[in-house]
């Protein structure tokens, strides 16, 4: 078993390039990370590994589907392969579903 200290590793987006990488860092007491070194762009490794993730996940759901509420950001949705979606805007009266059962 190696020494490595993972809590120094993170994903990290560079928001210049529109790419995701993988570095060492030092998380800060607000919640940022100040990156100490960087790989290349591991963008598909990651985006793979997530997809992954969630088809697994999906596997052990007795829904069509599996994913994410995400903060402020939206939601991270699998479809299960043949399914179909839809997408539309929200009115303010529609009840919430919660994408993923906690």
Same mark, same amino acid.
């Given at each position: ?15 210049e ?7 060492? #860092? &030092? +998380? ?12 290349d762009? /591991?963008?598909?490794? =990651?985006?793979?590994a ?12 007795k ?5 994410y509420?995400?903060?402020?950001i #939206? &939601? +991270? ?12 805007k929200? /009115?303010?009266?529609? =009840?919430?579903?919660?994408i993923q059962?906690?």
């Open positions: 078993m190696s020494n490595t200290d993972w809590t120094k590793y993170f994903i990290g987006l560079d928001y390039k529109e790419k995701l990488f993988i570095g060492i #860092g &030092k +998380l800060k007491n607000n919640g940022m990370i100040n990156f100490l070194k960087k790989s762009d /591991r963008t598909v490794e =990651i985006i793979n997530v997809g992954r993730f969630l088809k697994m996940k999906l596997n052990k759901s829904k069509n589907y599996f994913g509420d995400l903060n402020r #939206g &939601k +991270l949705v699998l479809i299960k392969h043949g399914y179909d979606f839809e997408v539309f929200k /009115r303010k009266d529609t =009840i919430t579903r919660p059962d906690f």
